[in-house]
């Protein structure tokens, strides 16, 4: 019993809030990759706008397990599995998230509060988007993506990106993460821990609370987000070492045709004899 | 007029219903085990996909980006990729380089847009239908254990085990209780401008509302698959370093890996003679 008095859950149950919400929030961002997204008016209805699922989940069980699947949901169900994997840039959406989710779980000490609930569903929604615009206008003020439209006028990606950041919290996250997971968390409460067989957080077992050490973990995250984001964009400019090679090789190119064809010869023979072999055998 | 476009907006409702997307998504996943593509070594295609998901962002020579563009368009169709896919593909080329040609055209810009577009539309053609090519053309299987080889972590590659078995299940369930949802609700008028915002605001609620349901089911079933993996020593094995081995034996380079790699080298190193000759 010692182990259900206390909300850090065992392995086990670890493993079933991740994977939990990486089923959940997986099925959901799939629809939202396979429907186009629209917008009505000013509101689009963009990804974000599943984010509940993951904030729900990371409000009532451990938070770390919660975010980091929902994050790897995301990944699997619409990025590989769609084929649509973009590499090192999927590397922020996935630390975005994760950091987002995390922050909000661990603020909710007693999921019946519904203004703590809210706070914190709103406060993760906005952290998560905040990272997002911090890390598209460094894309730009770094100048590693080229902006013709508005070249020498960096005041109107403040105005753009910090628009289109006010945009989405006060529609999108209002409509689509602070009113469903308000309506959900106290639903939810004391319903589902038994499933997983966990006792419902409480203030006194909650591992709630921001502490110094999450939130030096998260800037680190946020840093790697940054990095790895403007590497990935950082190959549209790396153009120039590509020129000298191409200029002085046609004899290698010639080189690497005859190669190929030599080794494509080769194996094909191989091959064929390896078929002989087995049709004697 | 009027009602050969209510015509053409149900057909398109029709095709793409729940129904639809699962199949798609099942054919995606276990419909093409048979292809030439399916049966390569995974950590081969890995490897390869790791040149043409990256070298194409490095390099600006029109025939070398259209040399590798046909090959990687030659072996999706190989891998024979379900037709959703491949239109999802093209939307989004579309949307991230197509609307600004249109764009260009329409504010007076000519024929000198084109061919920076054009490096931009093929570099990010050939990486996504090189990413289409390996990630749909393999079985979830063998992608898993291909990653497992370069040292993914396990959660990644059980997750995507995972991810390709549930998922038909978890599609089936949400669309039961929306559905259920659906018979038991009272749907406004949607005849008026005033109504059909109403009916929009109406469909997002029940969708809300029905992850209630399916967080319940959900839950219940993460804790029994679990429970499950944790009776086969799951927890256990994942760590340890035997049993991967003998997870990894089944995999084999063959002939024909070879022979890919070598026509792909092939196809490159003619692209890169055109582009020296040019």
């Known amino acids: ?281 | 007029m009027n009602r050969l476009s209510k015509k053409l907006s149900e057909n398109i409702l029709d095709k793409f219903s729940m129904d639809f997307l699962r199949n798609q998504v099942l054919k995606n996943a276990y419909g093409n085990d048979d292809t030439i593509i399916a049966g390569l070594d995974p950590r081969i295609l890995l490897a390869w996909y790791l040149f043409f998901g990256l070298v194409p962002w490095f390099v600006n020579d029109i025939p070398f980006l259209m040399g590798c563009f046909l090959l990687v368009m030659v072996t999706t169709l190989l891998a024979r990729v379900a037709g959703l896919v491949l239109f999802l593909f093209a939307l989004g080329v579309f949307t991230q380089t197509g609307y600004l040609f249109l764009a260009t055209l329409l504010f007076g810009g000519d024929a000198s847009a084109v061919a920076p577009l054009l490096i931009l539309t093929l570099k990010v053609a050939t990486i996504s239908l090189a990413s289409v090519t390996v990630f749909s053309g393999l079985d979830p299987d063998k992608l898993s254990n291909g990653l497992m080889w370069y040292g993914c972590p396990e959660r990644l590659s059980f997750s995507i085990s995972y991810a390709y078995r549930m998922l038909p299940m978890l599609m089936e369930e949400f669309q039961n209780v929306l559905l259920s949802y659906r018979l038991r609700g009272n749907p406004p008028a949607h005849k008026t401008l005033g109504g059909k915002i109403k009916y929009l605001i109406y469909q997002v609620k029940i969708i809300m509302q029905s992850f209630y349901p399916l967080m319940l089911n959900t839950a219940k079933r993460s804790r029994t698959t679990v429970e499950a993996l944790e009776l086969r020593g799951y927890r256990y094995a994942a760590v340890n370093q035997s049993v991967k081995k003998i997870k990894l034996a089944a995999l084999k380079v063959s002939c024909n890996d070879g022979i890919f790699l070598a026509v792909s080298l092939l196809v490159v190193a003619v692209s890169v003679l055109i582009s020296t000759l040019l």
Not at chain 1, 69 to 77: D, H, K, N, S, Y
Not at chain 1, 92 to 118: C, D, S
Request: glycine fraction near 8%.
């Open chain 1, 1 to 281: 019993m010692s182990t259900m008095q206390k909300q850090t859950a065992t392995q086990s149950q670890k493993l079933m809030i991740f994977v939990l919400s990486m089923s959940l929030y997986g099925l959901a961002t799939l629809f939202t990759e396979l429907i186009p997204s629209f917008q009505v008016g000013i509101v689009e209805f963009s990804v974000e706008f599943f984010l509940f699922i993951p904030l729900t989940l990371a409000m009532l069980f451990d938070p770390l397990s919660a975010a980091l699947g929902a994050a790897t949901g995301e990944l699997v169900f619409s990025e590989i599995m769609l084929g649509q994997f973009g590499g090192l840039g999927e590397l922020e959406k996935f630390l975005t998230v994760t950091i987002g989710v995390y922050i909000a779980g661990r603020m909710v000490k007693n999921p019946k509060n519904r203004a703590m609930v809210g706070v914190a569903a709103i406060t993760g929604t906005a952290a998560q988007l905040l990272m997002g615009t911090v890390v598209d206008i460094l894309k730009v003020q770094l100048a590693v993506e080229d902006f013709e439209a508005v070249a020498g006028l960096p005041e109107s990606v403040f105005a753009t990106e910090g628009f289109a950041f006010l945009n989405d919290l006060l529609f999108s996250g209002i409509l689509f993460c602070l009113l469903p997971t308000l309506y959900l968390v106290p639903k939810l409460y004391g319903k589902i821990e038994p499933l997983l067989g966990m006792a419902p957080r409480t203030p006194d077992s909650a591992v709630s609370g921001i502490s110094l050490k999450a939130l030096i973990v998260c800037a680190v995250g946020f840093v790697a987000a940054i990095a790895a984001e403007l590497a990935a964009t950082a190959g549209m400019s790396l153009v120039d070492w590509e020129a000298e090679w191409a200029e002085s090789g046609t004899a290698l190119a010639v080189g690497m045709i005859v190669a190929a064809v030599i080794a494509i010869v080769a194996l094909l023979i191989v091959k064929r004899n390896a078929g002989k072999k087995a049709a004697v055998n």
